[in-house]
Protein backbone atom coordinates (compact mmCIF):
# COMPACT_ATOMS: atom_id res chain seq x y z
CA UNK A 1 0.00 0.00 0.00
CA UNK A 2 1.68 3.20 -1.12
CA UNK A 3 2.04 5.73 1.23
CA UNK A 4 0.99 9.85 0.70
CA UNK A 5 3.37 12.44 2.88
CA UNK A 6 0.86 15.37 3.67
CA UNK A 7 2.89 18.35 4.62
CA UNK A 8 1.04 21.02 7.12
CA UNK A 9 1.67 24.21 8.14
CA UNK A 10 0.28 24.42 11.66
CA UNK A 11 1.04 28.07 11.59
CA UNK A 12 -1.62 28.05 8.81
CA UNK A 13 -4.16 25.53 10.63
CA UNK A 14 -4.30 28.17 13.87
CA UNK A 15 -4.84 30.81 12.13
CA UNK A 16 -7.68 29.36 10.75
CA UNK A 17 -9.57 28.04 13.99
CA UNK A 18 -11.78 30.40 15.55
CA UNK A 19 -12.07 30.46 19.54
CA UNK A 20 -14.38 27.58 20.18
CA UNK A 21 -11.66 25.17 18.16
CA UNK A 22 -8.66 26.80 19.84
CA UNK A 23 -10.49 25.85 23.52
CA UNK A 24 -10.86 22.52 22.30
CA UNK A 25 -7.19 22.43 21.36
CA UNK A 26 -6.29 23.91 24.62
CA UNK A 27 -8.16 21.52 26.23
CA UNK A 28 -7.44 18.29 24.22
CA UNK A 29 -3.69 19.33 25.00
CA UNK A 30 -4.40 19.69 28.76
CA UNK A 31 -6.09 16.04 28.83
CA UNK A 32 -3.04 14.45 26.97
CA UNK A 33 -0.73 15.83 29.70
CA UNK A 34 0.58 18.17 27.34
CA UNK A 35 0.30 21.52 29.20
CA UNK A 36 1.48 19.77 32.42
CA UNK A 37 4.82 18.76 30.72
CA UNK A 38 5.54 22.21 28.72
CA UNK A 39 8.98 23.15 28.71
CA UNK A 40 8.57 26.25 29.65
CA UNK A 41 7.96 26.84 33.33
CA UNK A 42 6.02 29.82 33.57
CA UNK A 43 2.94 27.30 31.30
CA UNK A 44 3.75 24.84 34.10
CA UNK A 45 2.48 27.20 36.72
CA UNK A 46 -0.06 28.61 34.79
CA UNK A 47 -1.49 25.23 34.55
CA UNK A 48 -0.91 24.40 38.11
CA UNK A 49 -2.86 27.72 39.04
CA UNK A 50 -5.72 26.86 37.11
CA UNK A 51 -6.12 23.37 38.43
CA UNK A 52 -6.30 24.90 42.05
CA UNK A 53 -8.49 27.77 41.50
CA UNK A 54 -11.28 25.20 39.79
CA UNK A 55 -10.24 22.19 42.28
CA UNK A 56 -11.19 25.45 45.49
CA UNK A 57 -14.48 26.46 43.16
CA UNK A 58 -15.67 23.01 43.25
CA UNK A 59 -15.12 22.46 46.70
CA UNK A 60 -17.14 25.96 47.60
CA UNK A 61 -19.66 24.03 45.06
CA UNK A 62 -19.70 21.20 47.00
CA UNK A 63 -19.92 23.01 50.19
CA UNK A 64 -23.10 25.00 49.21
CA UNK A 65 -24.35 21.82 48.28
CA UNK A 66 -23.85 20.07 51.88
CA UNK A 67 -25.28 23.61 53.38
CA UNK A 68 -28.45 23.20 51.39
CA UNK A 69 -28.85 19.50 51.64
CA UNK A 70 -31.66 19.42 53.92
CA UNK A 71 -33.71 21.54 52.12
CA UNK A 72 -33.60 19.81 48.72
CA UNK A 73 -35.87 17.86 46.64
CA UNK A 74 -36.12 14.45 46.43
CA UNK A 75 -35.00 15.25 42.48
CA UNK A 76 -32.34 17.28 43.38
CA UNK A 77 -30.97 14.16 45.52
CA UNK A 78 -31.64 11.90 42.86
CA UNK A 79 -29.88 14.12 40.55
CA UNK A 80 -26.87 14.38 42.79
CA UNK A 81 -26.50 10.42 44.03
CA UNK A 82 -26.51 9.96 39.44
CA UNK A 83 -23.65 11.95 39.43
CA UNK A 84 -21.98 10.23 42.38
CA UNK A 85 -22.81 7.17 40.55
CA UNK A 86 -21.42 8.26 37.21
CA UNK A 87 -17.89 8.69 38.64
Known sequence: MPYINLHVDLDDIYDEMDRSDKRAM???LYDDGT???HPNPEIRKMVIDCES???EEFQKNLSKLW???YSMSG???LLIEQLC???
Do not use: S
Request: glycine residues 0%; proline residues 0%; without cysteine.
Open 26 to 28: AEW
Open 35 to 37: LQK
Open 53 to 55: LME
Open 67 to 69: NRY
Open 75 to 77: EDL
Open 85 to 87: KKY
